[in-house]
Every structure is written in structure tokens, then in C-alpha cells.
């Protein structure tokens, strides 16, 4: 008895192979290996019989050798600056749902804002073979650049408009959307307007909005130094409680501050309900990104919005044609979504305007 239990207990399951999985869905190995490899030439009822039998099995291809011998992959990898920021996952999920329906799947890497680390990531997921690559935000390092431009894959640059595209690009003007935040509160009578954002070492969209601001000021011929720039991420409520608390130590008068994101705005508008200061009465506020909760915010938040699912959309579209090898017009190779600015009610016209 016991050496019987002892013989079940050590007995090792069966693998389960791609012929199982063909019986189970009523097709040949064949079918099951074309679907595996090649799922946008398989009819999607085909496609769903051998999906069924997979999970019901618990099936698990060699991918990896079926890539090799193929040269072919599914994988489509998106390098993210940070993984925090909810307008990354708008665009994420549109674009994964419809790569989804045409076969392929997305694999996430983050690189914290860092070249460095995002040239790691590049040369891992360059080594996986995949069929495209996404960058969110622009690539940083010459070195991440030559070897996207030495792969021979599609490269979609996204959320960003490079003056250098590597390959194709979706996004935005981040310039234009500072030019555009820091003209408002001009345009209101602020002419003491401070900047509130982290070090943007990393973050070349931030970066571009820091540079837009100083830029309207000084064609305005008003000071830009009001800027306090401390460590951590866009993400970060901190920086903008503690960043103006920074701000009103160094130049008490300012009437206005345009932040990074709008988690830093809502960082200031936090600590400026704790220190008593009306906004926008004394302080007007302005953040970027059009977040879920800012227009929730009491008061709610003056911000900047764009089409993150519209951004997804675009991408898929135009790695399925690169993919595929049809041509891809200019159009389509370089998209810009454009933006728009949301007047809420942390801004309004100054009182000495």
C-alpha cells in the first residue's frame, strides 16, 4: 500500500503536446502550429477552437523556439518611462486590444526615467526578437537608438514629438502644451507665474513644458527663475506640497504656478488648503494631464487634455501595417493628436490684470 502511494505521489504528469491540443480542438498539428506562428492568417474561428483547447489543457508552447525557427514573434514590447501615470494605461489598453485581436500580445517594461536603464531594456527585448517595438517618450541614448535603428523592427516613438522620428511617431507637441498653459495665465494678467516639477533628467517631455514656460516669459519680458524643481517623479503629490512651500519661501508674491502633472498640482492645492491660501484668489494653479479626480478637486483644476486612447489607436494601426509590410504614408508614420486646455476653477483673472 504504502509503496503504491509512494509511486503516485512521485509519478510525474504527462506533458501536454501540440497534438493533444490538436485532437481536443478537431484540427490537424499543423493548424495548431499555423495558429501559434501565424494567427493573423488563421480564421479567427480556428483561432478561438485552439484557444479553447490551450487553456482547457493547460498548454504551454515553446514559443521561444517556434520564434527562432521562424523568425517570426508576437510579442509587441512598449519601454514606459514610469508605470504610474494613468494616461500610459488609457493608451496601453486601446493599443493591447486591438494588437490583441490581430494576434499579438504586449510585453511592459519600465524604465524609470532613466537612459540608462531603458538601453538595458532595449537590448533584453531586442534579443527576444519582437515583431515592433513602442517607446513612450522619446529614446534617450545614442546607443538605445542604434540599435533600435540596427534591429529591422518597427519602432513607434509615442506621447512625444521627436525632431528626430527613429522610425514612426504618435503624440503630441509637450512645448506647445507649455507655451499654451503659461499664455493662459498670461493672457489672465499673472506675470509673477512659478513652475513646480520634478528634476528632468529623464523626462524629455517635461522638459520640453519647463523650457516652453521659461520661453513665455521671457518674450513677455518677465522673470522665469521662479522655478523649483525637486526629487522624484511626475507622479509624486509630494513635490507639489512641498515644492510650494519652496516657492512662496523664495518669491512670496507669486500670483500663479503652472505644475509638471497634475499630481503636483493637486499636491499644491492640498497644501495650500492646510496653509490657508486661497486658490485662485491669491494663488491661481495649473497642472497637465486632465487626470480623472482634477476636475473633482475643490477647486477643480485648470489643466491641459489629449486623446490617450486616440494615441493607442494610431499606434496599433500603424504597427499592423509595418508588420505586414504595407505602405505606410506620412500621415500615418507621423501622428499628432494634438491637445486642448481645460479652464476650471483654480485660474481666473488676475486682480491687478
Known amino acids: 500500500m504504502s509503496n503504491h502511494k509512494q509511486s503516485q505521489a512521485t509519478k510525474q504528469p504527462t506533458k501536454v503536446t501540440i497534438n493533444d491540443v490538436a485532437r481536443a480542438a478537431g484540427i490537424s498539428s499543423m ?3 499555423r495558429t501559434l506562428r501565424d494567427p493573423e492568417k488563421v480564421a479567427p474561428a480556428t483561432r478561438e477552437k ?16 517556434g520564434t527562432l525557427s521562424s523568425r517570426k514573434s508576437t510579442m509587441i514590447a512598449v519601454v514606459l518611462p514610469s508605470l504610474f501615470f494613468e494616461g500610459h494605461s488609457h493608451t496601453i489598453n486601446v493599443m493591447s486590444r486591438r494588437l490583441r485581436d490581430a494576434g ?3 510585453l511592459l517594461g519600465d524604465n524609470d526615467y532613466t537612459g540608462k536603464e531603458e538601453q538595458e531594456l532595449i537590448r533584453i527585448i531586442l534579443g527576444r526578437r519582437p ?17 533600435l535603428g540596427r534591429s529591422g523592427v518597427p519602432v513607434v516613438e509615442a506621447w512625444h514629438l521627436p525632431d528626430v522620428p527613429l522610425d514612426c511617431v504618435v503624440g503630441f507637441s509637450h512645448y506647445e502644451v507649455g507655451l499654451a498653459l503659461t499664455r493662459l495665465l498670461l493672457d489672465q494678467g499673472h506675470e509673477r507665474i512659478g513652475f513646480i516639477g520634478c528634476r528632468l533628467d529623464g523626462d524629455l517631455r517635461g522638459r520640453d513644458r519647463h523650457d516652453a514656460f521659461q520661453q513665455a516669459m521671457e518674450e513677455h519680458g518677465l522673470s522665469s527663475e521662479r522655478v523649483v524643481l525637486l526629487d522624484g517623479t511626475a507622479a509624486d503629490i509630494h513635490i507639489g506640497r512641498d515644492g510650494i512651500v519652496a516657492l512662496r519661501e523664495r518669491f512670496p508674491d507669486t500670483s500663479a504656478v503652472l505644475c509638471l502633472s497634475d499630481r503636483i498640482a493637486m499636491g499644491v492645492l492640498m497644501e495650500c488648503r492646510r496653509r490657508g ?21 475643490e477647486p477643480s483644476l485648470t489643466t491641459s487634455s489629449f486623446d490617450a486612447e486616440a494615441i493607442g489607436e494610431a ?3 500603424v504597427l499592423l501595417k509595418r508588420i505586414n509590410g504595407e505602405t505606410v ?7 499628432d493628436v494634438g491637445f486642448t486646455i481645460i479652464e476650471r476653477d483654480s485660474t481666473r483673472q488676475a486682480d491687478d490684470a
Not at 484557444?51 to 523556439?65: F, K, M
Not at 504614408?329 to 501622428?335: I, L, P, R
Open 31 to 33: 493548424t495548431v502550429s
Open 50 to 65: 485552439v484557444r479553447i483547447a490551450i487553456e482547457e489543457l493547460n498548454y504551454i508552447p515553446d514559443l521561444a523556439a
Open 104 to 106: 499579438f500580445h504586449v
Open 131 to 147: 515583431a515592433a517595438v513602442v517607446v513612450v517618450n522619446s529614446v534617450h541614448s545614442p546607443e538605445g537608438r542604434d540599435m
Open 277 to 297: 491660501i486661497a486658490v485662485p484668489e491669491e494663488l491661481a494653479v495649473v497642472g497637465h494631464g486632465n487626470f480623472d479626480f482634477g476636475e473633482y478637486l
Open 315 to 317: 499606434i496599433a494601426m
Open 329 to 335: 504614408g506620412k500621415d500615418e508614420a507621423f501622428v
